[in-house]
Structure formats: structure tokens, C-alpha cells
């Protein structure tokens, strides 16, 4: 979810205080995670810490609160306002809920300092009643928003200025484009959901271990399932109201040439290099290509496989694959 939709959510949940200043601790708390944008000045600066990137460190479960702390002093401090530990935990409270919706709608969330990630639950086990909880969830934030879209159009300097400017028929038709936005955005996540789901299902009747179930990019209706075993990734391409249309096979270690020995020792080397140590720590899945150029210098190919997969764009191979040049020195 981007930081809009954060807003949102967190606005409509936050409608149930009654102090505004509850409201206000709540909101920003339930944006605040997403704030961790301005770190990224450090990994511009320095490629190795990654962590400081957009959902890493700051989005892990185990440290959010400490991001919050400081958020929360500095907006107390700008305010002049008394510190308050109920606006703390309010703060607080928000950001998890900010992490949890994360978890619904993504693939993972980082549990740093523990070098792990985090997967929904229905990776590994059949679990309709997620679907039911995420689905009430934002069908109750869904109605809460638009109740609060009518109340602030019924006011009545809203309502008097409104009419200045468009005709009752005018304001009719905002308020049923309102409707239908919601609507049409309720559906489509529905559609994922249940989507997700299925191939979930699906996947475990399929050989291998399951690694990933993912939508192409920009489309809820093409997918991929990508599972492995000890030497190689297996993927099928999924198509709404077609189903699994093809598979393929990624082996995941490629030598082109040269030594077998002396291509593994190239694999390690290349591990140093920040972008690897970045794609290793996202936990999803690569393949690797190693070609020897002549004496000890090796080409070392990492592509992370999830992102060449679902967005299929070839402008954005480059930035995908990372092509390291390492030298063996076998003395």
C-alpha cells in the first residue's frame, strides 16, 4: 500500500476516538512507517546500508517503535504540545497497523535485526479465515471513509459552497463517482485476495517447495508461481479465466565455462558486492550466471528472478541484474 492509502485507512480507524488529538497521534502513526523515504539519502550515499531503504529496517516489527519515538518527539517538539504517553502508544498503535496491512497486501515484511522475513500465514497452510479478516477489515474502512466523505459534503458551509459551484445534478455525480471508486477498489481487492488464495491451493499440488505467488506487474489477472527444488526454480504463468498457460525451468547456478571450483569461489567474491548483499537479504529468489573471461577474472550474473518475471519490461533489466567482475585467485 502506498502512503495515500496508509492515510486514509488510518484516518477512517482513527474517526472511532473521540479527541481529536487522538485522532491526530492515530493518523500519523498509521503513515509514520512510510516516513523512513528520507533515509534514503544514506543508501545514496553508501549502497551498503540497504537497510536504510523504503520497508527494511524501519518496517520490521521489532524496531518500529523506536522510529516512532523519534517521530514523535520531533512532531511534540514543532507542536510545543506536553509529551503524553496515551499519544505514544497511539502513535504506535498506528504503525502496527500500518505493518499489518503491509503484511496483508505484500509478499513479506523484514524482521530486522533478525536476518529473516516474514510471509502471510496462507504460504504454508490453507487459511480462508485470513481472506475473511482482511476482507471485513477493509470493507469496514471502506464504509467508514465514505461515511466520513457524506458527512464533511452535508455540512453546511460544504454544501453551500458546492452549490455555487456545480449544480445539485453536479454533486450527485461526485458523490456516485465516490461511490463507484470504492466500489471498483473493493472488487479488485477482493479479486486478489481470493486470487492469491487459489493459487496458493494450486501451488501445493505442484512439485517443488513454494517460494513465491505473485501478480504480474500493473495486472491482477496474470500471475506466477515460482517453486524450487535442490538445483533449479520451476514457474507456471497463471491467466484469469484460462488458468496455468505455461511453465518453464530456471536452473539457479549457470557455468558457462572454466572450473567448476574456481566458478563457486567467483559466486562467494561476488557476494561482497552491496546490490548481491541487498537481493540475498530480501530473501527472494535468483539465479546465477558465471562465465570466465580469460586468466582469473570471472563474470558474475545475479538476476532476481520474482521481478524479471512479474514485470517483464526490458528497460528495467539493467537494474535487475547485476553484473559483477571478480578475480580468483586460486594461489
Avoid at 471508486?181 to 501451488?203: E, P, R
Avoid at 561476488?270 to 546465477?288: A, C, F, M, N, T
Wanted: with cysteine.
Amino acid at each position: 500500500m502506498n502512503i495515500i492509502s496508509h492515510l486514509i485507512v488510518s484516518y477512517a480507524i482513527s474517526c472511532e476516538f473521540k479527541s481529536s488529538e487522538d485522532r491526530f497521534f492515530f493518523t500519523i502513526g498509521g503513515i509514520a512507517p512510510d516516513f523512513d523515504i528520507v533515509l534514503y539519502v544514506l543508501y545514496i550515499l553508501n549502497n551498503n546500508l540497504f537497510i536504510f531503504k523504503h520497508r527494511t529496517i524501519f518496517h520490521s516489527p521489532l524496531l518500529i517503535w523506536l522510529w516512532i519515538l523519534i517521530w514523535y518527539l520531533v512532531i511534540t517538539s514543532l507542536m510545543h504540545s506536553r509529551y503524553s504517553l496515551r499519544g505514544l502508544m497511539l502513535m504506535i498503535t498506528g504503525s502496527y497497523f500500518h505493518i499489518f496491512l503491509d503484511f496483508l497486501t505484500t509478499s513479506a515484511i523484514p524482521l530486522y535485526p533478525i536476518n529473516r522475513i516474514a510471509r502471510l500465514p496462507i504460504i504454508n497452510s490453507d487459511s480462508p479465515i485470513i481472506l475473511a479478516i482482511s476482507m471485513t477489515l477493509f470493507l469496514f474502512i471502506i464504509i467508514k471513509f465514505w461515511r466520513i466523505i457524506l458527512q464533511f459534503l452535508t455540512r453546511p458551509q460544504i454544501s453551500s459552497l458546492l452549490s455555487t459551484l456545480w449544480s445539485n445534478t453536479s454533486i450527485k455525480k461526485l458523490r456516485n463517482l465516490l461511490i463507484s471508486y470504492l466500489v471498483v477498489f473493493f472488487c479488485a481487492l477482493l479479486l486478489h485476495s481470493v486470487l492469491y488464495l487459489h493459487l496458493q491451493g494450486t501451488s501445493r499440488s505442484l512439485p517443488g517447495n513454494i517460494v513465491a505467488v505473485e501478480p504480474k506487474f500493473m495486472s491482477i489477472t496474470q500471475w506466477i508461481i515460482i517453486k524450487e527444488n535442490d538445483t533449479h526454480y520451476l514457474v507456471w504463468h497463471y491467466v484469469l479465466g484460462e488458468g496455468i498457460i505455461s511453465n518453464s525451468i530456471y536452473q539457479k547456478i549457470s557455468i558457462l565455462n572454466g572450473s567448476v571450483e574456481e566458478a563457486l569461489l567467483a559466486i562467494m567474491e561476488s557476494q561482497h558486492d552491496p546490490r548481491v548483499k541487498e537481493l540475498l537479504y530480501s530473501g527472494k529468489p535468483y539465479i546465477i550466471i558465471v562465465e570466465w573471461k580469460g586468466g582469473d577474472v570471472w563474470i558474475v550474473k545475479w538476476i532476481n528472478l520474482e521481478r524479471i518475471l512479474t514485470m517483464n519490461i526490458s528497460i528495467l533489466r539493467s537494474v535487475i541484474t547485476y553484473e559483477i567482475t571478480v578475480r580468483v585467485d586460486l594461489s
